[in-house]
């Protein structure tokens, strides 16, 4: 038992041209989102660029901060320890002279 199946031979080849152009429309439409993807891919590089620059400008300034508050901050701990160092020497000494350690 076999099956025929008769048909035109033009409405199949309009169909498949029908199927065809809806491809190639999908396919125009891809072609231009990803040209906009890439253009906005650009701009987003460029932004992030430019934040980078002003980023590494303010990180620089903010290292030279921190490089003069580490110097004051070395220098007020030299000069505490010797204002420490000269407390416990005039404690000690008006120990001695109240003990009677030292003359006159």
């Known amino acids: 038992m076999s099956i025929q199946i008769e048909s035109d031979l033009k409405e199949i080849l ?3 041209d029908q199927k ?6 999908k396919l125009d439409r891809l072609t231009d989102e990803v040209v906009e ?3 906005g891919q ?3 590089e460029g932004k992030i660029e430019a934040l980078d620059e002003r980023l590494s400008g303010k990180i ?9 508050l580490d110097k004051r901050v070395t220098n007020q701990e030299f000069t505490n320890r010797g204002v420490f160092v000269g407390l416990i020497l005039v404690i000690l000494g008006g120990a001695a002279k109240f003990f009677g350690f030292m003359g006159n």
């Open 14 to 16: 309009g169909k498949f």
């Open 60 to 68: 620089d300034a903010l290292d030279a901060t921190v490089n003069r």
């Open 37 to 39: 993807l890439k253009v």
């Open 20 to 25: 065809l152009d809806k491809l190639d429309s």
């Open 42 to 44: 650009a701009r987003l």
